[in-house]
């Protein structure tokens, strides 16, 4: 008898695009659009749903290994420096995978990464290599952090600007009698983009316009949680946070629970530390109900 064997279809895969459009949308954000014959096998499991962005090394070449899986990953990081494409994750904004296109958000702010040097010189035509769900597995993808308990139509959304983008697509995601806020620390007040929030969601846009990192969304998220849950600290131990070695903090818990509301909490680590400590400790919020990722450090580059 002759067994035939199906290779297992990996969630995620390498797809080679090019850009086609680049929209200014604010002074620190522009919207890159890429297509490409691959991206109709683009999967998307939707809210933040990340992606890799691979672009071209230093010596402009770009090459990566296979397609399927993330073996590529290691065999770049072990290239000389100069043939070491940058790899940065973002955020799918809109995907069309049936045009073969997708949306990506950038944040701009000078030359201090390779990302950002390149969105603000990008042209079309020029190329680059997604790394994103595999849309012949079916889903899900992995690669999310939005997961609330079944039954939650409460939220507390807090960002940065490097992770506005993940927000809006979770605001537009939600559903239509969702209720609750949104707080989104900018550089500027002249960077408030569009979004299409339920009607019983509130959107703050805070610029910082020159101040530091926090120094508007701690105090905001603080005043709402003294209007949410009242003043006055619970006591409850705040647990050892999950501190990769790089000084990142992510964790996204496996099962959620309902609560007085569902928290999702992304930017720099430090900020995204504070405002966790506040919720579960000072507020008494259950852990299980509050998603965070401080994926970025002030004075450390993504590695």
Excluded at 43 to 57: E, H, N, S, T
Excluded at 58 to 64: F, Q, W
């Amino acid at each position: 008898m002759t067994q035939t064997l199906t290779a297992t279809v990996q969630p995620w895969r390498l797809f080679r695009t090019a850009v086609t459009r680049v929209q200014p949308l604010s002074p620190s954000f522009v919207r890159i659009t890429f297509a490409g014959a691959e991206l109709t096998e683009l999967g998307d499991d939707r809210f933040d749903q990340r992606v890799k962005v691979i672009l071209p090394a230093p010596d402009g070449s770009l090459e990566v290994g296979d397609s399927d899986g993330l073996s590529w990953y290691q065999e770049l990081m072990g290239r000389e420096e100069i043939r070491r494409n940058p790899v940065r994750t973002y955020t799918s904004r809109y995907v069309r995978a049936d045009a073969g296109e997708i949306d990506v958000d950038f944040v701009l702010h000078g030359d201090e990464g390779p990302a950002s040097r390149w969105a603000g010189t990008v042209a079309p035509g020029d190329e680059i290599i997604l790394c994103g769900p595999n849309r012949a597995h079916g889903g899900p993808y992995g690669g999310t952090g939005f997961k609330p308990a079944e039954g939650t139509d409460r939220f507390l959304l807090v960002a940065d600007e490097t992770a506005v983008p993940a927000a809006l697509a979770i605001l537009e995601g939600l559903p239509r009698d969702a209720t609750g806020a949104a707080l989104l620390e900018v550089p500027h007040s002249t960077d408030e983009l569009l979004v299409d929030a339920p009607a019983g969601v509130q959107v703050r846009w805070l610029g910082r316009d020159g101040a530091g990192h926090g120094t508007m969304v701690e105090p905001a998220v603080r005043s709402l949680l003294d209007r949410w849950l009242g003043e006055g600290a619970n006591g409850i131990d705040v647990g050892d946070l999950p501190i990769d070695p790089d000084g990142y903090l992510w964790d996204v818990p496996d099962q959620p629970v309902r609560g007085e509301f569902y928290a999702w909490l992304a930017g720099e680590a430090g900020v995204v530390t504070r405002l966790r400590r506040a919720l579960v400790k000072e507020h008494g919020v259950d852990r299980r109900s509050v998603a965070f990722m401080g994926y970025w450090r002030t004075g450390k580059a993504e590695g």
